[in-house]
C-alpha cells in the first residue's frame, strides 16, 4: 500500500486505490515539482465494516478516513519514518515553509519540519495525520456516518487516548512501517506520543513529548469546561445536531476560541505585544474592539470558524479531561521492558501546560527506566512557545533526531 | 437628611421622605431589635433634573438612585464613618453574619464587617452603597429611564472611574458627613478608593486598597474582554435592548461568569478543592459536569443568573479597563498636598490583580509622600482572598482602622 501512495508522488490529479480490504486510498498530490519536501496529502480509508474501529471506552465506527500528509521519501529498510501528532486545533498541514507560487501555507510546525529543519525532510520520512474526531479531513463527530447519511452529532463514541493511537498505528501500517524512528508531538499531541510509547513501545525507536501534559489540572479541565459550556450554550448547537438544522454554534466556538487563545499566551507576552494600546487612534470608547488585544481576540476568532468545528472542540478537549496513564499502576510495564529514549520540553511560561505537569512525565517514565531527557526552556510566549522558534528548542529537537538516526543506521 | 434616615431605625415598613430638591430617601428597615449591627437599607434618589449627573466622559442623567445599607450608629462629631466600595459583582449588602431568623444572608464582606469584626459596627458607622452602573438597586444600564419610560441599554454613558466616586460623594454628603474616617474596597472597589483619594483626598482620613491595580494588564483587559463578547454574543442580548425584547443574555452571562470566576481562583485552590474528583461516584462519561469542578462552575453561573445583570457586567468591566490615573502626571497633586494613612493589601496567589500590580499603586503613592502601609499576604486562594479570612489579614485591618480611630479622638 506504502508503494502505491508513493508511487503518486509527483503526479497531478486524484488516484482512488480501492483495495479488496475495502480501503482505499485517495491521493491528490498538489505540489509538483517545485515542492523540495515531496508532499503527498492523501485520504485513507482505514478501518471498513469487515475490520471497524472498536473503541475503547465504548462504541464503534465502520468507516473511518484518515487525512494525513507525508513529506520527505521512506528509505529502503523503512528506518527513517518520524510521526507527528498534532494538537487539539491542529491539522495535517505541519510542514513546510509555505509557498505563494502554490498558494501553499506555511504548515504549522513549519520551524521544526522541513528541508534542513530539525525534522528535517531531505533525510526523514514525515507522517502528518489529521487525528480521530477531527474536522481536518478524519473522520470525527461532524463527518457523515455512511450508515445514516446524517452527521453522528453526539452519538459519535467518547475518545480515549487509545483510541487516537489505534488510529494512528493503523496508518502506520497502511504505509508499511513497522517502527517509527520517532513520534512527537506539542500539547494534546504530546499526551498521544505519550499513551503510544505506553501502549506499544516496540513501535518506536524514540519519543519526543512537548508542552504536554499526563494529567491535566483542574484548571485546565474548568477552562475547557467553560469553552464547552460556550459552545453547547448557544442556541445554533442544536444538541450537536447543527449540521441536519442548518445552523452552527458560531458565537459558541468563537468564545471559546477566544478564551482558550488567551491561556495559550503569557501575560507578559501579551502586555509587551498589545499593552494597553488601542487598536485606532482615533475611537469612540465604548464596547467594541477599543484595545488591540480586543480586535486580535476578535481576529483569532474569524479566522478560526472557517477552519474547525464545535463538536471536535468537543470531543478533543474531553479526551485531554480524562487522560490520566498513569494512574494505572501497570502503565509503565510495557515501556520498562521497551524504554526508547525519550525528549521532554517544556516552557517556562506556559501556565496552562506547566513544566511541573511536564516533570511528572519525566519522573513516571524516569521510574520505568526509560532514558528521559527534559529540558525547560525560557520561552515568553506561553504554552504557544512550542509553535515557535526559541533560542535551543529546535536546536535540540534537531539533536536528539540526529542521534537517533545515527544510531539506526550504526 | 441623615438625621432622617436614622430616625427610621428599628422600624418597620417603608419611609418615603420627598425632600425640596426633589432628593428623597427610601428607609425599609428590615432588621428589627434583633438587629445587632442597626442596619438601616435605603434608597435615595441623590440626583435629580434640577442637579443632574454629568458623566466625566459625556451624558448625563437626570435621576440616579442610590441603593445603600448602613450598620452602627455614626457619632456626634461624625467622625467614625467608614465607607465600603464594592467589587464587580458585589452589593450594598456588606456586612453582618446573617441571620435565619431574619432570613438575612451574611454579607459579602462579613469577614470584615460586624460586631467585633474589624470594621467594628459597635464603634464605626458604615456606609455600605450600590455603586453606579450595578443592578443592585442603584442606577445602572438596565434601570428603567423616567424620561422614556425604557430601560436605558447601551445608551447608558460609559463610566469613568470619577462617575462612581462622584455618586459616593453624594451619597457622603446626604448622610451629612464631610470627612469620612476611611474609604476601604477590594478589587473594583479598591480601584474606587483609588480614584477617590486621587481626587478628593481631603474628603477621607484613611484608604485601604485591597487586591487592586491602578492600571490593568493585557491579559486582565483580555479576560473581561471575552466575557463581555460571551454576552453581546448572545441572541438573547438584541443589541442591549433585551428588558423590551422580553429575553435575556442568560447563556452568555453564565460563561462570562464561570470563566471569570475561575479567574479569580488560584490553579492550587482549584485543585485542592476538586481536584480530578467525579462529580457524582456513577456517571456515563460525557460531556455533562462530569468533574466536580465542571458541577461547581455551573452552580456558580446558576445563583449568578438571578442576582446579576448582562448590561452591569458590560459597563462595570469597561470601567476597569479604562481605568489608568497615573498616566496623568498631575495625579498625585492633590494627594501629596493632602496624603492619608493609606494601607495596600495584596494576595500571592492573585493572577488576576496581582501584587505587582499592588505594588505599582504602592510606588506612585509613596513617590506623592503618602503613608502607605503595604502588605502581601500568603493566602492560596486566588483573587477571591480579599474576600475571606487570613492569617493576618483581617487582624492588619482591625490594626490600621484602631489606629484611625484613636487618632481622630485625640
Redesign the interface.
Known sequence: MVSQALATTNTRGVHLTVLASHIWTSTDTKWDVMDPMNTITADAVLFAPENPLVFA?AGQLDYVTVHYETYGTLNEDKSNAVFICHALTGDAHSGGAGDPRTKTKPGWWHIMIGPGKPVDTDRFFVISPNLLGGCRGTTGPSSINPNTGQSYG?DFP?LDMCDLVTVHQRLMAHLGIERLLAVMGGSLGGMQVLQWALTAPTEMANAIIIAASS?????N???S??A???I????GFKDGRYIEAGTKPT??L??AR??AH?TYMS?DR??D????NPQNADFT???E???A??SY??HQ?KVFLPRFDALSY?YLT?VM??F?PFADPDATKLIADNPMPTLVCSFASD?RFSSEQSKVVVAELANAHVEVTYREFQAGVGHDSFLMETRGYTKLVQTFLNRALAEVNK
Not at 453547547?232 to 442556541?235: G, H, S
Not at 505585544?273 to 494597553?276: A, I, P, S, V
Open positions: 471506552r453526539l467518547l494529567r491535566l489540572t483542574t484548571q479541565i474548568a477552562f469546561a467553560v464547552r459550556e460556550a453547547m450554550r448557544d442556541p458565537e459558541g468563537s468564545v477566544m478564551m488567551l501575560e501579551l502586555g505585544r498589545f499593552g494597553r470608547p465604548g464596547f474592539a477599543d484595545f488585544i480586543e481576540l476578535r476568532a468537543l474531553r479531561d480524562y490520566d501556565w
